[in-house]
């Protein structure tokens, strides 16, 4: 997996292109840890393991809005330049993302 990281890092660098890496993780939510931005890194487990726990240069949590709405709350978790916390609303449908 380290050789799949740095073969994405220079393609990105060499090429100007944005690669999104997707890694279903598991989120023990804490509603501390939605208060504070500072924590919401630290209940995640990510299915590819803790190597890939600080790959990313950004991280959002995509949650459900409720269990039968298409929409969902974006949150970014990790990131180096948009403030922790901030967040917004999408719809998924099969038209794509709205």
């Known amino acids: 997996m380290n050789h799949l990281v740095n073969t994405i890092k220079y393609l990105s660098l060499e090429y100007h292109v944005v690669f999104l890496v997707v890694n279903i993780a598991?989120?023990?939510?804490?509603e501390d840890a939605l208060d504070n931005p500072r924590?919401?890194?630290a209940g995640?487990?990510?299915a590819l393991g803790h190597f890939w726990l600080h790959v990313p240069n950004t991280?959002?949590?995509i949650q459900k809005k409720t269990p039968q709405s298409d929409a969902r709350t974006v949150t970014v978790t990790k990131s180096t330049?948009?403030?922790?916390g901030?967040?917004?609303?999408?719809?998924?449908?099969?038209?794509?993302?709205?």
């Open 86 to 98: 901030q967040s917004c609303t999408v719809t998924i449908s099969g038209k794509g993302v709205v």
């Open 39 to 41: 924590e919401m890194s």
């Open 26 to 30: 598991l989120w023990s939510s804490s």
């Open 81 to 84: 330049s948009v403030a922790l």
């Open 59 to 61: 991280r959002l949590l």
């Open 44 to 46: 995640v487990r990510p």
